[in-house]
């Protein structure tokens, strides 16, 4: 063979390579991320960062709202929180309808025997445009949606770690002060990262770990504030969890409830993103109306059982009560599933650290209402809005960073 045709053969198999396996390369151009292109995950990631202020606001009102049916005296952490889940059930009702009304339309434009249906023509394919177009897919988007029973599944799983942590930093209450609770649960920041660097799902920085170092700071000091003056009359900004008894009746209890609550919060937020990754792939209200059947199917003896010890005594709401508690469920109900979709859009550590805006508005919401606010709520309260900045900046800043890429790259001859 002659030079000049090993030379030629040579290029036509280098040519062929390059299109059956394209090289591995690092992109230096911001505009690419690893799993979805760079403007559709700048425009999800402003979208759960909107959907979590709403969440905040939510919240926020919640907390009002149960400070004032705390204060009534009917205060009911397990039944509060078993009615609040309950109500995600009813996301099944549309669910069902849709149901009923698809399959019934289906069989009313069934296709009459012997009529064949439309067969599209087979297209010639072009191999290099399939490899650019499966590049451009996010892996998110290539992975198998869920199917109902594995909704089920995850629903069953998540059910109890989100029932866990929100019944016991509601019966922590009871045995502790509102300082050591409210602090001891927001050391659900650092279980977050920790879990999420483990599992990864979350990128360690500095930034980050100082962040939530920060946050932290602003909860003890807005907590602290109740302890100084336990009969200065406040709001639900010196009470985030609104909650009225400054009595420790069983310290040690109350502070293992609240670091439960939160090592399950930071467990169920972990999960839910290393098991859906993209809201793309579940029906959310299918999966939370199964979290609310399994609450009202599993939930219910717990119930009894803590009647009959007589550590909780089975009360029906009345009055103020019962408002108020229709209002929590109503907020539960909507808030619950706006805040997984946030989750799912950003980053577990965001969200973590994003809830803990509650207290800066709360600050606001006391200001309105005309309640005394003291400088060291508002100081603590300016340092968990900066925490939040850096988190959201920096996990900007780390999904910018070069990647490496799929794609084959032009060779540029020197």
Request: net charge neutral; aromatic share 10%.
């Amino acid at each position: 063979m002659q030079p000049a045709d090993r030379t030629a053969e040579t290029l036509e198999m280098d040519s062929l390579g390059s299109t059956m396996y394209p090289r591995r390369s690092v992109s230096r151009d911001p505009a690419v991320s690893p799993g979805r292109p760079r403007p559709r995950a700048t425009r999800d990631y402003a979208v759960g960062i909107g959907l979590l202020l709403v969440v905040v606001f939510l919240w926020t009102s919640s907390n009002f709202v149960t400070q004032a049916m705390y204060q009534g005296g009917y205060e009911k952490p397990f039944l509060v929180t078993y009615l609040n889940t309950s109500a995600f059930v009813l996301y099944l009702i549309p669910i069902e309808i849709r149901r009923r009304w698809g399959k019934r339309r289906q069989d009313l434009e069934e296709v009459p025997r012997g009529r064949a249906r439309y067969q599209p023509l087979a297209s010639e394919s072009n191999p290099e445009i399939e490899v650019l177009l499966a590049t451009s897919v996010p892996p998110e988007d290539t992975l198998p949606p869920l199917t109902v029973p594995d909704t089920a599944r995850l629903a069953f799983v998540f059910c109890f770690l989100w029932f866990i942590a929100n019944w016991t930093v509601n019966a922590a209450l009871d045995y502790t002060s509102v300082a050591s609770a409210t602090i001891l649960s927001s050391m659900s920041g650092m279980f977050t990262l920790a879990i999420g660097r483990v599992f990864r799902v979350e990128t360690l920085t500095l930034a980050k770990f100082a962040a939530v170092l920060t946050s932290f700071g602003g909860v003890v000091l807005v907590s602290l504030s109740d302890s100084v003056l336990p009969k200065q009359p406040s709001g639900a900004a010196s009470r985030p969890l609104g909650h009225a008894v400054e009595l420790a009746p069983h310290p040690a209890l109350g502070d293992t409830l609240a670091l439960i609550s939160a090592l399950f919060y930071a467990l169920y937020v972990i999960l839910l993103k290393v098991r859906i990754r993209s809201e793309s792939r579940i029906d959310m209200q299918l999966f939370f109306g199964f979290v609310g059947l399994f609450n009202i199917l599993a939930c219910w003896p717990i119930g009894i059982f803590l009647h009959v010890i007589g550590v909780e005594k089975f009360e029906l709401p009345k009055g103020q009560a019962l408002v108020a508690v229709a209002i929590n469920m109503a907020i539960t109900l909507s808030s619950d599933y706006i805040y997984v979709l946030a989750m799912l859009k950003t980053t577990p550590l965001v969200v973590t650290v994003g809830l803990s805006l509650t207290i800066p508005l709360a600050v606001l919401g006391d200001f309105l209402l005309g309640r005394f606010t003291r400088g060291q709520v508002i100081f603590g309260a300016i340092l968990v809005l900066i925490s939040f900045v850096v988190v959201g900046l920096d996990n900007d800043k780390v999904k910018a960073a070069p990647i490496v890429d799929d794609v084959s790259e032009q060779h540029v001859e020197d």
